[in-house]
């Protein structure tokens, strides 16, 4: 039986480890990035409609294109263009809590819920595996926004193994005005390294004994972003922020992928609320939001 409605929810994330290498023939950089999946969510409603439409709605949902060019609206293109007979005319409604344009995954995660949410509303029963090769034609992030918890990405991110997480890790984010582009931080990355050698990048062991073992203060020494220093060049206010964060309390802070926002880690609950109440009153930041992870991939959480 097809469905009428579909709402699928999916985190976003924060990259505990971003090793990026040389730039490749194709513009892509290999990584080593290390995806852990937090609470903050968007959710995504398909409903079928006469063609494919798009409406957004949550914090800066005007800064989301609403046409075929939004990731989402080409998910669901993807899935349709893989089986005869399936026209793409679906409505798909997009709540956005996951800052938009924030180094979180915010795109690639509505990609990975309007493809789980199309394949429940048709019938059209793709399995993980080809969901997971449509996920990686549409974006680096966009694999891991479907399978969430935590993840180690290879090759441009899109090539994943699953991580053994020992325990709940608590995260503050500052939310900082306005996006970063993502190509633009990684042009900016390869223009500060210039002619420098760039080593192959692997993820580090004590940082997955961090992650299996659930140590926050462990976790915390491990942090590491290749994409920081590109970040805070081209938004060079990051800085501040980074400083707040830990100034507050935090563990150690750090931006999140391409940023602009930053992320810290916490000791524990407690101490992320007051890191966060700290950071606020800094006013070195838009916004800032409490939540935890690992936390669990694209999920269909009504269906009519
Ligand atoms: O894969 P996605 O479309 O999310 O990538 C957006 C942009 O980020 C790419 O066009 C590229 O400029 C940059 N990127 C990269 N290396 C990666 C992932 C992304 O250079 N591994």
Not at 43 to 65: K, N, S, Y
Request: glycine content about 12%; proline content about 6%; hydrophobic content about 45%.
């Amino acid at each position: 039986m097809t469905s009428r409605s579909v709402t699928v929810r999916v985190p976003a994330k924060v990259n505990v480890q971003l090793a990026v290498g040389g730039p490749r023939p194709d513009g892509f950089h290999d990584l080593a990035n290390v995806f852990l999946a937090v609470g903050l969510y968007d959710e995504v409603t398909v409903t079928p409609a006469d063609g494919l439409r798009i409406t957004v709605e949550g914090r800066d949902a005007d800064q989301v294109p609403a046409d075929a060019s939004n990731l989402a609206a080409r998910a669901a293109l993807a899935l349709a263009a893989r089986r005869e007979g399936v026209t793409p005319d679906v409505h798909i409604h997009i709540v956005k809590d996951i800052p938009v344009a924030g180094g979180m995954a915010g795109g690639s995660a509505d990609a990975a819920a309007a493809l789980l949410a199309c394949d429940a509303l048709w019938g059209t029963g793709a399995g993980r595996e080809e969901m997971l090769e449509i996920c990686a034609e549409l974006g680096s992030d966009v694999p891991f926004s479907l399978v969430g918890g935590a993840a180690l990405g290879r090759g441009r991110g899109e090539l994943l193994t699953a991580l053994p997480v020992g325990g709940a890790f608590h995260w503050v984010f500052a939310v900082a005005d306005g996006g970063l582009s993502t190509p633009a931080v990684y042009r900016e990355c390869d223009r500060l390294r210039g002619d420098a050698a760039v080593p192959e990048p692997e993820p580090a062991p004590a940082l997955l004994d961090a992650l299996r073992t659930g140590d926050p203060v462990a976790l915390a020494a491990s942090l590491a972003n290749d994409l920081q220093a590109a970040a805070v060049s081209l938004r060079p206010s990051l800085a501040a922020t980074l400083a707040a964060g830990t100034d507050a309390g935090a563990l150690a802070g750090l931006v999140s992928g391409s940023g602009p926002t930053c992320a810290f880690l916490a000791k524990d609950a407690e101490s992320a609320r007051s890191v966060a109440a700290a950071l606020s009153a800094s006013g070195t930041c838009r916004a800032v939001r409490v939540t935890s992870g690992p936390a669990e991939g694209a999920t269909v959480v009504r269906q009519s």
